[in-house]
């Protein structure tokens, strides 16, 4: 199928862009378009126009200091995944970057793209909300933030007005004593997962468990965040306390049946995913602040 006509507009500054989504409700930015792109062809959507903002080069960037990692809207996730400091500062980036689609999609694909269209079997959306990050957008009439556990209210909806431009994903370091983990399982390498699991665990001075969080993709309606340290009351992480983080994901989760997995198979994967990422997060714990 081809997609309805629509016109385009490749604005070479931010006010150009931001007018241009002003002055056009129906209009429609264009990042990667590895999710518009086929959006279009079948048209599945049709906007009257596409604002083209890959002429924007000062929005290409990747920042790390001891705060987080900035990611500029025409950040690609490979500039993303590839970028040592962003690695050192938050090392779940990389790992989740990692799981996302394939190289070739992930060369022109953009990170701040994947929070906007706000898929929750994206990986970055729940990545995003497990770190606390936020989500930095413009409009003709000013700036403001959006903290990622406000931007998902729906299956590809988010809280972004039709004339903003998200400009900044930013994302905190990863703190002291901490470490992370993330795994999936997809019918094949590459494919959006029938379940996923990001892990954040921290420990205190003495190594004890202080902190199990985890995110869960392809499970909800909307990326989803559990808070598990209960099942970790005696600081360790024993298979027993595995087990139970692995009940509490169990009974969070609200998969649906599709034609590529049912609700009861989607849980299961929650359980046992959550185990093996927790498992593993902990064993990545930092005793020192990398940068
Ligand atoms: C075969 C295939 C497999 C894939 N597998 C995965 C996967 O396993 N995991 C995964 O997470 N993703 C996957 N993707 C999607 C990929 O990660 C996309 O790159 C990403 O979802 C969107 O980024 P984009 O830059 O391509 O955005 P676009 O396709 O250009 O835009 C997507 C949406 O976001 C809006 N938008 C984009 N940028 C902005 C901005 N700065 N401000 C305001 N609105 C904006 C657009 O208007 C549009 O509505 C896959 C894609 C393909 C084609």
Not at 49 to 73: C, F, K, P, Q
Not at 161 to 189: F, N, Y
Request: glycine share 6%; net charge negative.
């Amino acid at each position: 199928m081809k997609p309805a006509p629509f016109s385009y507009l490749r604005p070479t500054t931010l006010e150009e862009a931001l007018s241009a989504l002003a002055a056009d409700p129906d209009a429609k930015v264009l990042a990667g378009g590895q999710s518009l792109v086929p959006l279009l062809s079948m048209r599945l959507a049709h906007p009257s126009a596409l604002v083209d903002i890959n002429g924007l080069d000062e929005l290409a960037y990747v920042r790390s200091d001891e705060d987080g990692v900035r990611i500029g809207a025409l950040a690609r996730h490979a500039d993303v995944e590839s970028d040592d400091s962003a690695w050192r500062v938050q090392p779940l980036l990389r790992q989740a970057l990692g799981l996302v689609a394939h190289p070739t999609i992930r060369n022109r694909g953009t990170t701040v793209g994947s929070l906007v269209h706000a898929d929750a079997a994206a990986e970055m959306p729940a990545v995003a909300t497990l770190l606390g990050a936020r989500l930095l957008v413009a409009s003709s009439e000013g700036r403001r933030t959006i903290d990622a556990e406000d931007l998902f209210i729906g299956p590809l909806e988010s809280t972004l007005r039709h004339d903003e431009l998200a400009l900044e994903l930013q994302v905190p370091a990863l703190p002291a004593r901490s470490g992370t983990a993330i795994d999936e399982v997809a019918r094949r390498h590459g494919d959006y997962a029938l379940c996923g699991v990001a892990s954040v665990v921290s420990v205190g001075d003495s190594g004890a468990i202080e902190s199990v969080r985890a995110a869960y993709l392809s499970v909800s309606l909307t990326p989803l965040v559990v808070d598990l340290s209960e099942a970790f009351a005696d600081g360790t992480a024993s298979d027993a306390n595995l087990a139970a983080a692995g009940e509490i994901a169990t009974g969070a989760v609200d998969p649906e049946t599709d034609i590529h997995a049912s609700a009861d198979y989607r849980r299961h994967l929650a359980g046992i995913l959550t185990r093996r990422v927790v498992a593993r997060a902990h064993a990545s714990v930092r005793t020192e602040e990398v940068r």
